[in-house]
């Protein structure tokens, strides 16, 4: 067994001390931040971007709602084809969780516009409803941005229904390709971005994964 020389030792202190005080000084700005942050809001977030976990994201959500005792709604504007394990999962709670999937799957495959957008706008008018109701304390858009996109719906009509929601409730909204009008309205953006995909490897989506 090695024993650690003198200057080992001593490098290990600097080390350790050094790294004391860069702590110290991160906690003075941490907590100053902290202090300066005294005002609770309902959040507007968007989930975007080419990477996988948009929708992962907005779920994870949803269940720490649930643990704090909250009521979510959910509406889904593309998926539906296929049963997913965030719906097959939270339709297990239906006292505290209002789920609708309201797509008929993802556009290549339905390849009808028209159908399409009445399809999303049929769920706009759910979201809109919760969108008006104080009892709900998280509203998760899954894939609206994919409607706007495709101007299924009317993006100003969207930001109106949003900004006139209750002050307490927070929104999610997932989907690649969120428009600009969204993105200056949202309070927390974040951009998932793609490094690899197993897709691209040949493999197909993974129940427990992508579904």
């Known amino acids: 067994m090695n024993t650690p020389s003198s200057d080992d030792v001593k490098d290990d202190a600097g080390l350790a001390e050094r ?3 860069r702590m110290q000084r991160k906690k003075e700005i941490v907590d100053a931040k902290i202090d300066a942050a ?6 507007i977030l968007v989930h975007t971007g080419n990477g996988k976990g948009k929708s992962s994201s907005a779920f994870g959500m949803v269940a720490r ?19 997913t394990g965030e719906e097959i999962f939270f339709r297990r709670f239906p006292g505290e969780v209002d789920f609708h999937v309201m797509g008929e799957g993802y556009t ?13 706008q049929a769920a706009w008018a759910v979201a809109a409803r ?4 104080p009892a709900i304390g998280l509203v998760v858009l899954d894939e609206l ?16 229904d949003l900004l006139g929601r209750p002050e307490m409730q927070h929104v999610v909204v997932t989907g ?13 953006v974040s951009e998932m971005g793609l490094v690899k995909h197993a897709f691209a490897q040949g493999i197909r989506a993974q129940p427990g994964v992508e579904l």
């Open 176 to 188: 690649r390709a969120a428009p600009p009008e969204l993105i200056e309205v949202a309070h927390t």
């Open 130 to 133: 919760m969108l008006q109701d």
């Open 38 to 43: 005294q005002r609770d809001c309902g959040l």
């Open 65 to 83: 709602a649930l643990g704090h005792g909250m009521k979510v709604g959910v509406v889904q504007f593309i998926k539906g084809k296929i049963p």
């Open 145 to 160: 941005n994919i409607a706007l996109k495709y101007r299924y719906l009317d993006v100003q009509q969207v930001i109106e």
């Open 19 to 21: 790294h004391r005080r």
């Open 108 to 120: 290549w495959n339905t390849q009808d516009r028209e159908r399409d957008a009445e399809k999303a």
